[in-house]
């Protein structure tokens, strides 16, 4: 039995952080019905990652909705309102992740839905926060990077974003270990609650070191570019990616004189104090890349591995996907659907980082995510059996 099995969840999200909050439940064995708009759906539906679609819909919303039920209801038409209300009575859970104001408009708030259901735990994500100056900002990830300072972390001299929706990922974790917790509590208490996060406050806690550093020691912290290979502003020589003569090589925290003597580098061995890898770290760092560029990645891991030196090959995406360890650890699924004109759609993805009980979590529903609707006759069918067999 897996630890959510039992549970039904509400999604109201759209876009990314919500919706993969509430796929992160149903990998854990809740049962997810999906509430969209008619017609259109969740936006995301559209948002294509690199381009890429999948039957109707974006390879990236099969991502991020996979094994979840749709259901189309129109909050502002009565009887669909009067339809939704009925599951929120029997939901455990409803998310969100409507900008502020939105959900007491909808009566999707958590004192509206405590009046219909005492137990239901509400989950919700906004960009910034539910008050201050940058409640009202559009809570998209870029943005929310850019507000957080965190372009400014990447070494060189001008602001890099972070390749990846970063804010909204982590959004996704903390709203999920929220929503368990209160479900726990629950369990304990029989009063459901609400829990919420923000993009800001995600990437605020993704920077508890540095902002710890910055409060407390506040001269210790400042926004200069580190060396041309170094890969932290923070750190000291070598830590770094240098090229070597086919690729790159990553090096992490190692005493640069050991660094010096494995590469045959010896005007590296005579820093031997710590401050003098802040102090030369750009001239360090050129000497490392220098002789790294000469021979390939293979030979020098062969040197560096075998001193447990702490280094890796740094992996284009294509070399990361034909490795032997892509396959070993064992995440990749294959999912699928039928679309509305009788298509089938497969799509390979990620499955649940957990293992459970030494066991990776196995789809609930193996399924791709749900076409827009396909779900609407089956939910209502099963509301009205429910009404009937309670009269």
Known sequence: MKPLEG???????????????ATRLADLGA???????????????????AGSRAGADTVSFHAMNRGKESVAADMKDPADRAFVMRLVERADVVIENFRPGVSERLGLDYASLREINPRVVHGSITGYGRSGPWAKRPGQDLLAQSIAGLPWLSPGD???????????????????????????????????????????????????????????????ISETASGEHGAHRFLSAPYGIYPTADGNLSI???????????????????????????????????????????????????ILDAADVWCAPVHTIDELVRHDGFAEIGMVQRVSRTEADGA?????????PLRIDGERLAPARPSAAPVLGADGEAVRAELAEEATRVG
């Open 344 to 352: 089938r759609t497969e799509v390979d993805t990620m499955m649940s």
């Open 158 to 220: 001008a602001p890099q974003a972070v390749g990846l929706s970063i804010a909204d990922h982590l959004a996704s974790c903390h709203l999920a270990h929220g929503v368990t917790a209160m479900l726990l509590r629950r369990e304990r208490t029989g009063e459901g609650g609400t829990v919420e996060t923000s993009l800001l406050e995600s990437l605020r806690d993704l920077e508890f070191e540095l902002l710890s550093v910055k409060l407390t020691d506040p001269d210790a």
């Open 252 to 302: 992490a925290m190692n005493p640069v004189p050991k660094i010096g003597e494995l590469l045959g580098i010896p005007e590296l061995v005579a820093f031997t104090d710590p401050q003098s890898w802040w102090d030369h770290q750009a001239e360090i760092e050129r000497l490392i890349a220098a002789r790294l560029a000469t021979r390939p990645t293979a030979a020098w891991l062969e």
């Open 31 to 49: 049962r997810v019905i999906k509430i969209e708009r008619p017609g259109e759906g969740d936006i995301g539906r559209t948002l294509a990652f």
């Open 7 to 21: 549970m039904l969840v509400l999604d109201f999200s759209q876009f990314l952080a919500g919706p993969v909050a």
